[in-house]
């Protein structure tokens, strides 16, 4: 029988994702911390946190995985209608905590947040080291939509989104997938699975495949040059 391993704040090891525990599905270790380079070692194998604020770090690695391959994503009628329309400005990295934050605000489908003021602290943290990343969206100079995750080789890592108008994480996350083409990613992975990611054409892969593209492609070098925040996001065609 597999036993949850525990970590300390003295070394960076996991134990291998293969010995996550069933149940709960995919809990790999608890304890830690959440410093940017635990944080990286963590999503080089596979490896997320995900715990309730006052409780201890956990670590996880669901079986199977959901992702989207960017070159799969889903537009329905009505998204590739508003995203024609052009009624929402996109950026990228022009204020990342934020959308953290957004995505942290109280939800009418759930009473409480994961993304606490340590997650916060933490991601802010890889943000400013140029890992985690943000796309806002914009309607009238306000912020109505954005998500973040990391990009680590030609792999991103999405955490959350918000939506305060319609469609507009949605509009948001299409900018991506079409920048992230552009450099050639391989993969966006989505961790685990709802009805939202599924109408954006999210599929669920093994993990031992889900592990094997971290193997090839998360120590792939960029292919950009220039930080996100001055990317010019064309009008969408």
Known sequence: MTSLSWL??????????SQ??????GLVAAGGDLSPERILAAYRKGIFPWFNPGDP????????????????????????????????????????????RACAAPRSYAD???????????YCALHKRGFAHSVEVWQNNELVGGLYGIALGRVFFGESMFSRADNASKVGFAH???????????????QVANDHLFSLGAIEIPREEFQQILINFTQEPAVYSLPWSSLTIEPWA
Request: proline share 7%; charged share 25%.
């Open 8 to 17: 300390d704040t003295n070394n960076l090891w996991f134990p291998d994702p």
């Open 176 to 190: 991506l997938v079409r920048q992230l083409r552009h450099w050639d990613f391989q993969l966006i992975d989505c």
């Open 57 to 100: 770090i956990l670590w996880w690695s669901p079986n199977p995985r959901t992702v989207i391959f960017p070159e799969q994503l889903h537009l329905s009628k009505s998204l590739s209608k508003t995203l024609r329309k052009g009624i929402y400005r996109v950026t990228f990295d022009h204020c990342f905590e934020a959308v953290m």
């Open 112 to 122: 409480g947040t994961w993304i606490s003021e340590e997650i916060i602290a933490g």
């Open 20 to 25: 996550a525990l069933e149940d709960p599905d």
